[in-house]
């Protein structure tokens, strides 16, 4: 049994690696990182390669409009809360009729060409929605050097930005999903108004998108010190996610501030958000991947010697069961006059004879394969001993697809191996707080309804 006294060692190196789980994200630099989308069960129904904002703040108007001074604190914190969800934020202040042309056009041409690529634009300053000759209404996003309309209706027609222009740009962007932020108030008749339930993630969520959503509607003013903002930072903390999947879509983001702003600014204000009016534009759903939230009582975690000193002491007592064997058998050698034929290897890997043995033999095989990189078999492996209630293999399995080594990269998945481990071992239960870190509370509960029926499962085989 020489090959059984390696396992300690070289389970020892596999578990090292795998209690110190990776993160959910590549990223090289701020912007270009890889964000996963998952449905409900894990399964990747889309993702992002790269995450780039443009913010525009008008502050100091020199044509007839009053100043802002709040908004250079608006775009300080609205840069801050965009660069901690990953995005590359591209600011832009004070810019004239021209500077602010030159601000989209630089940005969808350098950005906006990438199909996989998540962008976002937020306005602060003023607007403004006019009655034209014809009967309707046209909304407006206010450059510094613009006039009042009120004194020079020309002149305001001249250098504001109509949202005409603004459509014409959200139709330019190649990018699968774009979303338009105004922390103005304004006619919005480019988009369609919404008002619905938020969906949960699935394969639609990854077709293409333009949103809009405005601090208030024609008419309505907005406070230099922003509810808006202070609601869309609240929003990407946490706080509009309304089905806690861990996600905040566009349109759960336009149901939140349609909510908080209205309340908070005592009804002076009605937000208003939709998609554009195209329909090769309005199927999909904008994503904000939130930040997983730490377990809330999270007891203190096992050392690593602690966690390999429990997998060796298992593996100690499987070779005391094989030497307990030996003695037997050579006892009743002894014994019996006619010589019993001895226990052979062959023996040791039958189950009715030591079904604990043959756990330790089908690891070993499943590491050796694992180093080979012959995944496959490895899994087949692990697969059968895991189903048979095998801990340790049960915990390689959760190991394998976190790594994604033959299979892709399952979170849920791995918990769920996990946590049927965690019933008769310490260290897997310290290895399920890191993978909870990276669930949302419906997945993590979906799970636990899962490993519960298993359970009962092998209960009843076991009578």
Known sequence: MKSISIIPALLAGFFTVALALPSLTLAEERGIRIVPIEDAEGTQVG??????????????????????????????????????????????????????????????????????????????????????????????????????????????????????????YAKRIESKHALFLFDSCFSGSIFALSRAVPENISYKTS???????????????????????????????????????????????????????VNYSQGSQHPQYGRIRNPFLDKGDFVFRLDPKPPEAAPETMSTETELSELEATIARLQSENVRLEKENTRLQEDNPTPAP??????HNDTSKNPELIGVTAL????????LKRYATALRILKVQAARGETLAQMMLARMYVEAWGTRRNVVEAYKWMLLASYKSPAAKNALEKLEKHMTRKQIRRARLWVKSRVNKLRRDRR
């Not at 929605?129 to 050097?145: E, R």
């Not at 601090?215 to 509009?240: H, K, M, W, Y």
């Open 342 to 347: 001895a226990l052979t290897e062959t023996d």
């Open 364 to 371: 070993q095989r499943a590491h050796n394969a694992i180093q």
């Open 207 to 261: 077709q293409p998108v333009r949103q809009f959503v405005t601090a208030g509607s024609a008419e309505e003013t907005v406070p230099d010190e922003s509810i808006f903002r202070d609601q869309f930072i609240a929003a990407l903390n946490g706080e509009g996610d309304s089905d806690g999947d861990g996600y905040l879509t566009g349109v759960e983001l336009g149901e939140f501030l349609q909510a908080k702003v």
């Open 47 to 168: 993702l992002y390669k790269e995450s780039h904002a443009l913010i525009i703040g008008v502050s100091d108007y020199t044509a007839g409009w009053p100043d802002l001074p709040g908004v250079t604190k608006d775009v300080n914190l609205v840069k801050g809360a965009l660069e901690k969800q990953g995005f590359n934020v591209v600011v832009v202040m004070n810019p004239d009729h021209e500077g602010m042309q030159k601000a989209f056009n630089d940005f969808i041409n350098r950005y906006g060409h990438g199909v996989d690529n998540r962008l976002l634009f937020y306005f602060a300053g003023h607007g403004h929605t006019l009655k034209l000759a014809y009967g309707g209404d046209m909304g407006y996003i206010v450059p510094a050097d613009t006039p009042n309309p009120n004194r020079d209706r020309q002149g305001f027609l001249a250098r504001a930005m109509d949202m005409e222009r603004i459509e014409v």
